[in-house]
């Protein structure tokens, strides 16, 4: 086994961070796949990813634990929609494999997550009472256009994929998932509000990797060349519709930004 640096030029895509191209990286094995190197990729990101200036918000112990929360409806649009992403496009409708088994029972899973949201919206005093015309003229709104994008982007993505192609985004949104519902874990402990989504009941259904399957299997796909790039042009631009995401929850939430909903 030999370990290759693949590909590591610019690539035009740029980084979260402003750096130009991506990390690119794996072990060929006797057949000549690609067989290692996406699950510390994609490390890489999430790392990025956490210094995301939303974490320090969530962080931050000077703000109370209700204004904290505040940014629960501009995830709303998301929320809703990643159900049905887990729904209706990851799934196989008739798995033939093991993958393909696989990434069904991580989306049987990820499906039934909404409802401990609307429990939160609920629970921290954020159900507010508003017209159907009002909630969609929010929803819709320019405030949410990341939160849209992103939906869409996942969808572009992960339409008509293979079961590895499908497995490797799945691990990016359970880096990004995992990164965020773990600070919410943290920054909920304690409280007597009955929070499920952003409290510990949500983080316990997240490993983190794709379930159905063990830990970090994306090492364990057997790529070509062309898939591992495209699999890094994958990632860069998952992270990257991420990062959108939640440049816009920080531009609404935060005092320096905050907008009226309206
Ligand atoms: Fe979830």
Redesign the pocket.
Known sequence: MKTNHLNAEKTGLAHADGKPGYILWGTVNAKGYIMTGISKEIEYYKTNFLNHPLFNYLNDDALSLDERLRFLPYISHFVMS?ADINKYILPFATPANALERAVNTHARE?AE?WPWFLNDLQTSGQNSAASLTEHLSFLWSDNLINSRKLTYHLIQTLHNQSAKMRLIVIEVMEAT?NAT?DTLASITKGTDKQLE?CGHL?LS??TGHSMGSEDEIVDTLNLTEEERNKASQMIVECFNAFHRFFDEIFENVSPEHSRSIK
């Open positions: 990643f990820d997550h998932g519902f989504y949500h259904h997240e």
